[in-house]
């Protein structure tokens, strides 16, 4: 929907109005036939009717652009304030109305004294709150009770110190009921956290001994192994070393009392003795 001709401080050419809202165009997209319309109006028209406004042609969503030089020159055009019925006199370019409209001082805003629904202009907000609410605080009461006695009370005449001391109990009990209940809740959220919390904790000890029990499984075997195979070097030594010790003596007898033996057997098998001398006799 475009925006309201009575806004625009001048006459709006007629190029710049949708021919579907009769405002001027607010987003302008155009057809393929050529033919602008605001977005809000034509994007709706091309999914249910899928014909071009004007019954030119066949038209789909996909197939509709921007017009930027033309929303360009409708953002230059001079646009009255959002709350111009509220008072607010100021005209501004259209491409600074949200600016404006943000920070304008004729923006309804609720009175902030509590009990007052008040709604009036920004720029009346703090001498309402000051001056006129009727619920603006004016003093202590010096009846008895110390409560804040507001304006209303004092017009009216009609403070009981008894009735303002039950409804200040009232509004504080509603109040605390409504913190327990927080805090409640908050302990459950925080007793189901450190539950899973534990959970965790747990569950991660028992992976820890676990893999420690595995590591000791496997530590031991290799102690079994390592062991084992200790054992078998050490009787292999032993049984070379007797083999040796045997050779030896046997060469002792040889170079002692067989010597003419060996001598004979020189002769006949000269290399397989002196290899046997070699290896076992030195
Ligand atoms: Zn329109
Ligand atoms: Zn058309
Ligand atoms: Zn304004
Ligand atoms: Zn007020
Ligand atoms: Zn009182």
Redesign the pocket.
């Known amino acids: 929907m475009g925006f309201d001709l009575d806004r625009f401080a001048e006459d709006v050419d007629s190029d710049l109005k949708c021919k579907l809202c009769a405002k001027v165009l607010e987003e302008p997209l155009s057809?393929p036939?050529?033919?602008v319309f605001c977005a809000g109006c034509l994007l709706p028209w091309a999914v249910q009717q899928r014909l071009?406004?004007?019954q030119?042609?066949s038209i789909c969503a996909k197939e509709l652009h921007q017009v930027l030089p033309l929303k360009n020159l409708i953002q230059k055009l001079d646009i009255r304030c959002d709350y111009h019925a509220r008072g607010c006199a100021k005209t501004v370019k259209l491409q600074e109305l949200r600016d404006h409209v943000e920070m304008c001082d004729y923006s309804p805003a609720q009175c902030r004294n509590k009990g007052c629904k008040e709604v009036l202009n920004l720029r009346d907000m703090d001498s309402h709150m000051r001056e006129s609410c009727d619920y603006r605080p004016v003093g202590i009461c010096q009846k008895g009770c110390g409560l804040v006695l507001l304006h209303k009370d004092l017009i009216q005449g009609n403070h009981c110190c008894l009735r303002a001391l039950r409804a200040q109990n009232g509004a504080l009990q509603v109040k605390m009921s409504s913190l327990e209940q927080d805090t409640k809740k908050q302990t459950v959220k925080w007793s189901k956290r450190e539950k899973s919390l534990l959970a965790q904790v747990s569950a991660l000890q028992n992976e820890v001994q676990l893999t420690a029990l595995r590591y000791q499984k496997k530590f031991n075997q290799y102690m079994i192994h390592i062991n084992n195979i200790t054992k078998y070097v050490a009787s292999h030594c032993k049984v070379r070393k007797k083999k040796k010790k045997i050779w030896v003596i046997h060469c002792t007898r040889w170079r002692g009392h067989h010597l003419l033996l060996f001598f004979l057997s020189l002769l006949i098998f000269p290399w397989k003795c002196l290899s046997w001398y070699m290896k076992y006799c030195r």
């Open positions: 057809t036939c050529g033919h071009c406004p004007l030119c042609q």
